[in-house]
């Protein structure tokens, strides 16, 4: 058993599993000497808690950083960014350039939001200004779609407010926070159906930053047409685009799960909008990427012991403008269709082969740097923009 990595999961998914077993790994328990742990969020938590006190040695990793919720979190993300946003402009960077509106030229790419409750009075001010507008909200710590209900009238969250008149705001049950975002309502559309991108992403190293976009990307469609009439605002197989929400819808499809590959979305848009505007789209989407973590980075804990993968969620309007909408933490690996399963299955070995180099015992002081002949479906993306580039980001489509 002497060289072999000796491995643990909480989560039993095939697509893992496999993989380490095709390694020639060794399974044990949490309670023996292990060196890599694929972790769910709650036992990241553990396992860096102050009480538990735990120490990983040298040939030990794990999939999570410690606080990767400053990204994965709703409202910590939009903070994190807003946060970057201003230490740019105090420092006069132009990557924080405004329009004459005072709207970010490069660094508008999540949509208008807000906390609740610390947030509440802004909201209702911001709601008057345009009051035929839809907003959409969501609790902070839940994903696939829970918790999520569209409002356009402030009647609606009234209920959630103990009392309107102050920024004293509960939800009626527990003081979960929720974050509320202007509803992007001119989603691009294809077939009449609202989609969004979910992406993966891959962090070696927070400082220096070191990422890796995966090039097996996929889009999650809508079963419902998309309307932006008020009269289907509670009907979520039209707005969320969440499997584990359209999976229940009548027109869900079994066999290919709603879903297409990134690389026929190039191709459609391509033959539709023109190879240029496309690669632009790419281009921008690839800048958010980078943007976002570059805005955790200064309050990420970048303990070497660490990699992620993150699952990107993003949305394109008619315009062809990406909006990062949210990053998950635990992207899901479970396969709804054969092709899911085989695109999980190679986006872990791509995984593996740049977070434990040929497969040896773990030395989590190497310097994270892989050959490019390693990355399989990897990109690593580049993180200095030109102000050429960013002119051609902003240029009109």
Same mark, same amino acid.
Not at 122 to 149: D, H, N, Y
Not at 186 to 212: A, E, W
């Given at each position: 058993?002497?060289?072999?990595?000796? #491995?643990?999961?909480?989560?039993?998914?095939?697509?893992?599993?496999?993989?380490?077993?095709?390694?020639? &790994?060794?399974?044990?328990?949490?309670?023996?000497?292990?060196?890599?742990?694929?972790?769910?969020? @709650?036992?990241?938590?553990?396992?860096?808690?102050?009480?538990?006190?735990?120490?990983?040695?040298?040939?030990?990793?794990?999939?999570? $950083?410690?606080?990767?919720?400053?990204?994965?979190?709703?409202?910590?993300?939009?903070?994190?960014?807003?946060?970057?946003?201003?230490?740019?402009?105090?420092?006069?960077?132009?990557?924080?350039?405004?329009?004459?509106?005072?709207?970010?030229?490069?660094?508008?790419?999540?949509?208008?939001?807000?906390?609740?409750?610390?947030?509440?009075?802004?909201?209702?001010?911001?709601?008057?200004?345009?009051?035929?507008?839809? #907003?959409?909200?969501?609790?902070?710590?839940?994903?696939?779609?829970?918790?999520? $209900?569209?409002?356009?009238?402030?009647?609606?969250?009234?209920?959630?407010?103990?009392?309107?008149?102050?920024?004293?705001?509960?939800?009626?049950?527990?003081?979960?926070?929720?974050?509320?975002?202007?509803?992007?309502?001119?989603?691009?559309?294809?077939?009449?159906?609202?989609?969004? %991108?979910?992406?993966?992403?891959?962090?070696?190293?927070?400082?220096?930053?070191?990422?890796?976009?995966?090039?097996?990307?996929?889009?999650?469609?809508?079963?419902?047409?998309?309307?932006?009439?008020?009269?289907?605002?509670?009907?979520?197989?039209?707005?969320?685009?969440?499997?584990?929400? @359209?999976?229940?819808?009548?027109?869900?499809?079994?066999?290919?799960?709603?879903?297409?590959?990134?690389?026929?979305?190039?191709?459609?848009?391509?033959?539709?909008?023109?190879?240029?505007?496309?690669?632009?789209?790419?281009?921008?989407?690839?800048?958010?990427?980078?943007? /976002?973590?570059?805005?955790?980075?200064?309050?990420?804990?970048?303990?070497?012991?660490?990699?992620?993968?993150?699952?990107?969620?993003?949305?394109?309007?008619?315009?062809?403008?990406? &909006? %990062?909408?949210?990053?998950?933490?635990?992207?899901?690996?479970?396969?709804?269709?054969?092709?899911?399963?085989?695109?999980?299955?190679? %986006?872990?070995?791509?995984?593996?082969?740049?977070?434990?180099?040929?497969?040896?015992?773990?030395?989590?002081? #190497?310097?994270?740097?892989?050959?490019?002949?390693?990355?399989?479906?990897?990109?690593?993306?580049?993180?200095?923009?030109?102000?050429?580039?960013?002119?051609?980001?902003? /240029?009109?489509?």
């Amino acid at each position: 058993m002497a060289g072999k990595v000796k #491995w643990v999961t909480d989560i039993e998914k095939s697509v893992l599993i496999n993989n380490f077993e095709k390694r020639g &790994w060794v399974q044990v328990t949490e309670n023996e000497d292990w060196n890599f742990y694929w972790m769910s969020v @709650q036992t990241i938590r553990n396992v860096f808690s102050v009480e538990t006190g735990y120490r990983l040695s040298d040939d030990q990793i794990v999939n999570h $950083f410690p606080n990767h919720y400053e990204l994965t979190r709703k409202d910590l993300m939009v903070k994190n960014i807003k946060r970057y946003r201003k230490e740019l402009e105090k420092e006069g960077s132009p990557l924080a350039e405004k329009d004459e509106n005072g709207k970010y030229l490069y660094l508008d790419f999540v949509p208008v939001t807000y906390m609740l409750p610390a947030d509440y009075n802004l909201f209702v001010e911001e709601f008057r200004k345009s009051p035929s507008s839809t #907003w959409i909200m969501k609790p902070c710590g839940k994903a696939q779609g829970k918790g999520i $209900f569209l409002i356009n009238k402030l009647s609606q969250i009234k209920k959630w407010s103990r009392d309107s008149k102050t920024s004293s705001f509960v939800t009626q049950s527990t003081k979960e926070a929720y974050v509320i975002s202007l509803y992007i309502n001119n989603p691009l559309l294809i077939g009449g159906r609202k989609f969004d %991108l979910r992406l993966y992403v891959l962090v070696s190293t927070y400082r220096p930053l070191r990422c890796y976009m995966y090039k097996l990307g996929f889009c999650r469609f809508c079963t419902v047409k998309y309307t932006p009439s008020t009269s289907e605002l509670d009907n979520m197989f039209v707005h969320l685009t969440n499997v584990a929400i @359209q999976k229940h819808g009548e027109d869900y499809n079994h066999i290919h799960g709603g879903k297409w590959t990134v690389n026929n979305l190039r191709l459609y848009l391509e033959s539709t909008r023109g190879k240029e505007v496309t690669g632009k789209l790419f281009d921008e989407i690839h800048w958010i990427i980078v943007q /976002s973590l570059k805005a955790v980075a200064p309050v990420m804990n970048n303990d070497k012991h660490c990699f992620e993968c993150y699952g990107y969620d993003i949305i394109i309007d008619d315009k062809l403008k990406p &909006w %990062l909408i949210e990053v998950n933490a635990s992207p899901s690996l479970t396969s709804s269709t054969a092709n899911d399963r085989i695109l999980k299955y190679n %986006l872990i070995n791509d995984t593996l082969n740049i977070a434990v180099p040929n497969g040896e015992i773990p030395d989590c002081k #190497w310097n994270k740097s892989p050959p490019k002949e390693v990355l399989g479906n990897y990109e690593i993306l580049p993180q200095f923009a030109t102000r050429s580039t960013m002119q051609r980001l902003c /240029s009109a489509a």
